[in-house]
């Protein structure tokens, strides 16, 4: 199927590895020109020369997209763009008892300011020009709480149901906003947070690996390479019709029916 959308210009944040490269290497398998962002300079630029493989232009753009200095950066090298995959990592686990005022000013900081300052820098622009997708990576945790990543829970929430609104409007200009959220997926992160669990447990990490496998009714982890393909999709020519929506990828691991 050819998705419509080459010759796009696309952002996608955190994009050095992980789910975000994995968005950024579907979209530039469909011939979309990718400007991506990272704090790590080595990482990014071997990652933008991965793509640039695919024959589309790349731009790396070093920075912490968490910050206003990084947004800035980052829309300066593209600030027109077709396309905003909005992503970052998330804010640390922990016990809602520790979390200071100031860990969770971080965690909105980092999971909904961001990207509601990226979304309001660039969809009006893609309102004006009579195209536009945006898809927000945010959790799981949106459709059922995960212990431990309260300030998670929160942030991410906090901008799905702050976008709401702005997806049915802009969807008249052919623009479309929604969330996608990840179940476990096969990441740097996700196997840093196996080995402090078996570290913590004293058990080989094989163990603990095998037992989150488990508990997926897929019985196995996600892959990048197929998270970026749904996330292609979203933006394509075809999905005109589908905002304002939170897309479940998760193996089947959430339990409920809606």
Not at 10 to 16: K, N, P, R
Not at 234 to 257: E, F, K, M, R, V
Request: glycine residues 12%; contains cysteine; charged residues 20%.
């Amino acid at each position: 199927m050819d998705f419509g959308i080459k010759g796009k210009k696309a952002i996608v944040c955190a994009a050095s590895k992980g789910l975000g490269k994995g968005c950024a290497q579907a979209l530039a398998r469909e011939g979309v020109d990718v400007t991506i962002c990272a704090r790590g300079a080595e990482a990014l630029n071997v990652t933008a020369k991965e793509l640039a493989s695919a024959g589309v232009k790349v731009t790396p753009v070093v920075c912490d997209v968490t910050t206003e200095a990084g947004r800035k950066a980052l829309l300066a090298a593209c600030p027109n763009p077709d396309i905003l995959i909005n992503n970052a990592g998330g804010p640390p686990p922990g016990d809602f008892k520790g979390f200071s005022l100031d860990d969770w000013r971080k965690a909105v900081e980092g999971n909904m300011i961001t990207p509601i300052a990226l979304i309001h820098a660039t969809v009006y622009g893609m309102m004006d020009r009579g195209f536009g997708r945006i898809v927000n990576i945010t959790s799981a945790s949106i459709k059922h709480p995960i212990a431990a990543l309260e300030l998670s829970n929160g942030a991410r929430l906090g901008l799905t149901g702050a976008v709401a609104v702005v997806a049915r409007k802009a969807v008249k200009s052919n623009v479309t906003i929604n969330g996608i959220l990840p179940g476990p997926f096969d990441t740097d992160r996700l196997r840093g947070t196996t080995q402090k669990m078996a570290e913590a447990r004293k058990v080989a990490l094989s163990v603990v690996e095998a037992e989150r496998k488990a508990a997926v009714p897929a019985g196995r982890f996600g892959s990048a390479e197929e998270f970026g393909a749904v996330v292609a999709f979203l933006c394509s020519a075809h999905a005109g019709y589908i905002t304002g929506q939170n897309l479940l990828i998760d193996g089947g691991g959430y339990p409920g029916s809606l």
